[in-house]
């Protein structure tokens, strides 16, 4: 009779184990048929962050030449008109290490019009200041280093950069993120469902330009105007439910 009755409890033990098994398999079979759906319906979406900013960092690189027969006295037009830049920025309300020196080049050649050894020299003057808007409106009254005599060589310009940007980079971040739910939950109230969790996020570039140009990647851009705006573009997979 007592082994009839441990018989009857491994059998009921058996069954018990084998029932439970049983949830447990159904479980986790419905709950991984329900992710496989949930993973079926997903909505992409992308948010856009923008943030004005006015750069912080002004540069200037001032190309100016001389030539002349008599190298001496172009050496002297030379230190003449560096003398002369030097001053326009002290007018400008500039201390005098915002202008340092980069650096110059000298050559010579001879014409066969004039019949003399021609010497030139070029140089060139670095800019770099943190007060951008006094550089700007230094900037745009260069000419009167022109009506000096200094003559002023082309193909360089008063550059304008931003340098903060990783100090606004997580907050940009999460208002793009916030903009691509916000067009999700429109999509999924359209759609008769509700935005799940995040499936997958791409961050875009950051790119820096003049507020009413484009900008460029990582801080490239247009760069000739102090104010200047600071734009991301994220990429993000809801689940939908």
Same mark, same amino acid.
């Given at each position: 009779?007592?082994?009839?009755?441990?018989?009857?409890?491994?059998?009921?033990?058996?069954?018990?184990?084998l *029932?439970?098994?049983?949830?447990?398999?159904?479980?986790?079979? $419905?709950?991984?048929?329900?992710?496989?759906?949930?993973?079926d319906?997903?909505?992409?979406?992308?948010?856009?962050?923008e943030?004005?900013?006015?750069?912080?960092?002004?540069?200037?690189?001032?190309?100016?030449?001389?030539?002349?027969?008599?190298?001496?006295?172009?050496?002297?037009?030379i230190?003449?008109?560096?003398?002369?830049?030097?001053?326009?920025?002290?007018?400008?309300?500039?201390?005098?290490?915002?202008?340092?020196? $980069? *650096?110059?080049?000298? /050559?010579?050649?001879?014409? /066969?019009d004039?019949q003399?050894?021609?010497? /030139?020299?070029?140089?060139?003057?670095q800019?770099?200041?943190?007060?951008?808007?006094?550089?700007?409106?230094?900037?745009?009254?260069?000419?009167?280093?022109?009506?000096?005599?200094?003559?002023? @060589?082309? $193909? /360089?310009?008063?550059?304008?950069?931003?340098?903060?940007?990783?100090?606004?980079?997580? @907050?940009?971040?999460? %208002?793009?993120?916030?903009?691509?739910?916000?067009?999700?939950?429109?999509?999924?109230?359209?759609?008769g469902? @509700?935005? *799940?969790?995040?499936?997958?996020a791409? @961050?875009g570039?950051?790119?820096?330009?003049?507020?009413?140009?484009? $900008?460029?990647?990582?801080?490239?851009? %247009?760069?000739?105007?102090?104010?200047?705006?600071?734009?991301?573009?994220?990429?993000?997979?809801?689940?939908l439910?």
């Amino acid at each position: 009779m007592t082994e009839i009755l441990r018989g009857n409890r491994a059998a009921l033990i058996a069954a018990a184990i084998l *029932g439970l098994g049983i949830v447990i398999g159904g479980y986790l079979l $419905g709950d991984g048929l329900r992710r496989a759906r949930m993973a079926d319906r997903a909505v992409t979406m992308r948010g856009l962050a923008e943030r004005d900013v006015t750069a912080d960092l002004a540069t200037w690189s001032i190309g100016f030449g001389r030539e002349g027969t008599d190298l001496a006295a172009v050496q002297n037009d030379i230190e003449s008109d560096t003398a002369k830049i030097r001053a326009f920025f002290r007018a400008a309300g500039f201390p005098a290490e915002v202008v340092t020196d $980069g *650096g110059g080049s000298v /050559s010579s050649r001879y014409d /066969s019009d004039r019949q003399a050894q021609i010497y /030139s020299i070029n140089r060139n003057l670095q800019f770099r200041s943190n007060d951008v808007m006094r550089a700007q409106r230094a900037y745009a009254r260069q000419f009167d280093l022109i009506r000096q005599g200094v003559p002023l @060589q082309g $193909g /360089s310009g008063m550059t304008y950069t931003f340098t903060r940007l990783n100090e606004i980079k997580p @907050q940009m971040i999460a %208002d793009s993120t916030r903009d691509a739910r916000h067009a999700a939950e429109q999509f999924a109230r359209d759609s008769g469902s @509700q935005v *799940g969790a995040i499936r997958s996020a791409t @961050q875009g570039y950051f790119s820096i330009g003049a507020r009413d140009g484009a $900008g460029g990647e990582d801080g490239g851009g %247009d760069n000739s105007s102090p104010l200047q705006k600071v734009r991301v573009v994220t990429t993000i997979d809801f689940y939908l439910e």
